[in-house]
């Protein structure tokens, strides 16, 4: 009976052993952890898409443009219309972003930006300079660079377009006078473009050969200097 009654302690104590991780030494031995590949685990950021966009709001979206015209949140909406090659003069693709005021009362466009992408920065090029050049004989335009970006603008009564070339695209920004936009339509559209110009060049087969400069701050005045007078923003 006796010998029965340590067999089954000893067994007890073994099964013990091996639950606990215990050697035969009875010292304990820590499970080794493992971990699974990372890079097969772990997806790869996705490049970003080149081509011009299938929604205008990749660019610019709507209550961000409502932000810029003092608009209440949700009362701006964006539409975006896909045009088509027109290999005459070296056009590959052409969209069209209408923005509107929208809720009650709401319809008027209040904003238009045309973006059309060439085979090459020269094609772009040409036909930038062709389509200002027919503007510069009414005598109401007048060079307005973007940063570093070759720019035209052309003031109308009824609305204000700035011309831009920047890299294998053009990109034409038309402000309705109805949009009411605050300051002066000229320098509201020189910031909507400086917002745009980074994303289209993210946006086109090579980073073309100059940059637009950084967006001013969204508010508030620049900071003074004890030393001198306050920095100078971009401008033409």
Do not use: H
């Not at 473009?193 to 400069?213: E, M, Y």
């Amino acid at each position: 009976m006796r010998g029965g009654r340590i067999g089954a302690v000893c067994a007890v104590f073994l099964a013990v052993c091996v639950l606990a991780g215990c050697s035969s030494s009875g010292t304990e031995q820590l499970a080794v952890p493992t971990f699974a590949n990372s890079s097969s685990s772990a997806s790869a950021a996705a490049p970003p898409k080149i081509g011009l966009p299938d929604d205008c709001a990749a660019f610019l979206a709507a209550d961000d443009l409502g932000a810029l015209l003092a608009r209440p949140i949700g009362s701006t909406a964006v539409r975006t219309i896909m045009g088509v090659a027109e290999p005459s003069v070296d056009r590959v693709a052409r969209v069209g972003c209408r923005y509107s005021a929208s809720g009650p009362g709401g319809g008027g466009t209040l904003l238009d930006i045309n973006l059309g992408r060439y085979s090459d920065a020269a094609a772009a090029q040409r036909q930038w300079k062709l389509n200002t050049n027919a503007e510069r004989s009414d005598g109401q335009s007048r060079d307005l660079p973007v940063g570093t970006v070759p720019g035209v603008l052309i003031e109308r009564r009824a609305e204000t377009v700035l011309a831009v070339v920047y890299g294998v695209d053009t990109l034409t920004f038309v402000l309705q006078a109805g949009a009411r936009a605050p300051g002066a339509p000229a320098d509201r559209l020189v910031d909507l473009a400086q917002r745009v110009l980074p994303k289209d060049g993210i946006s086109q087969p090579a980073p073309p050969p100059t940059t637009p400069a950084a967006p001013p701050p969204a508010t508030g005045p620049a900071p003074s200097s004890p030393t001198g007078p306050p920095p100078v923003a971009a401008g033409p």
